[in-house]
Each structure stands twice: as structure tokens, then as C-alpha cells.
């Protein structure tokens, strides 16, 4: 997955990244992103793939759900090409992922 930084937390000194889902497909090989391949990939996949199927949700809106919800949560920037896509990407401003559903995640890598 892309990541581009965008700043500096003043008070950790760490980078702040944002992640540039883009237009990916996940768990569909692209040349595009082939150079962001990671061998923890298809684990991290898998559990997506559970959690949004066990949170009734689809695997975008996890991810954002997930961003949103992090102990430091991040503001996604979203793009979206149809209504479609607007309307999956703000339904995950609603999607509360369980203890449970995040600590999956977070394992996964």
C-alpha cells in the first residue's frame, strides 16, 4: 500500500503518513503497485477480507473505519469517481469496528 507523509507530530517527532488507497483493488496484483508488495500482504488481505465480512461492511470501508478509529485517528482524504463510491466511502464514518475486529487487524500486521 502507498503511504505519503505529510508532516511531523510535534509531540512524538514522529512522521505522520497518510495511505494513498487510490484506486487499488484489494488483493488484485497490479503493476502499479507491485512494488509495494510485502510478504505479511496476503495475511494482512485475509483479515480484512473477515472483517468486513463478519462487520456486514466492504473491505474499503474497514479501512477507512479503521483509520478513523485508531488510538491517533487519522482524517482519510478520499476521492471518488461515482456517487457510489462517495456513498461506500461515508457509510464508514458510521462503521464501528469491535475491540475484537481491531485487535485482528492490528495482529495481522
Known amino acids: 500500500m502507498k503511504y505519503r507523509t505529510i508532516g511531523t507530530d510535534p509531540k ?3 512522521e505522520v503518513s497518510v495511505l494513498a488507497l487510490g484506486t487499488m483493488h484489494f488483493g488484485t496484483a ?3 503497485f507491485a ?11 485475509a483479515a480484512l477480507r473477515e472483517v ?3 462487520a456486514g461492511a ?4 474497514v479501512v477507512l473505519a479503521w483509520l478513523i478509529g485508531a488510538q491517533i485517528p487519522m482524517i482519510p482524504v478520499i476521492g471518488a469517481s461515482t456517487v457510489a ?22 495482529a495481522a500486521g
Open 30 to 32: 497490479t503493476a502499479e
Open 52 to 54: 468486513a465480512k463478519d
Open 85 to 106: 463510491q462517495l456513498d461506500e466511502s461515508l457509510a464508514a464514518a458510521d462503521l464501528e469496528l469491535t475491540t475484537e475486529q481491531r485487535m485482528r487487524l492490528d
Open 35 to 45: 512494488g509495494f508488495d510485502h510478504p505479511g500482504t496476503p495475511a494482512r488481505l
Open 12 to 14: 512524538t517527532r514522529r
Open 58 to 61: 466492504t473491505v474499503n470501508q
